[in-house]
């Protein structure tokens, strides 16, 4: 079965370097998946162009955190449950909130009402 090329930071040259750098400075680690993207530069560029665009939106980066880890776990994805888990303490959700998220709850009652309303979206 063919597999995806994952380049390592430390043998990455040219834009693809530039781009992990940028990707280690921010969350302090290189996932898998961008090293998988960094094969091909312009998809990296791409991703990484839509998630700040996205993270620069009006629900903030806790609330995106907070609904990534509800669809990671309804969907039943370790791999992005693990990251979005490790994301969410830099964006400042404690392990307790973090774990109430994933299962559409929150101690916040702004947070709470988004997360059940993503919830019932995503079981319709």
Known sequence: MTRLHSVDPRDASGEAKDLLDAVRAKLGLVPAMTRAMAASPAVLRGYLGLSGALGGGSLGPKCGERLA???????????????????????????????????????????????????????A
């Open 69 to 123: 880890l509800l669809v990671a776990e309804t969907n039943g994805c370790a791999y992005c449950l693990d990251a979005h888990s490790l994301i969410s303490g830099s964006v400042g959700l404690s392990s307790e909130e973090a774990i109430a998220n994933r299962r559409g709850r929150s101690s916040e009652p702004h947070a709470d009402a988004v997360l059940r309303f993503a919830a019932r979206v995503l079981e």
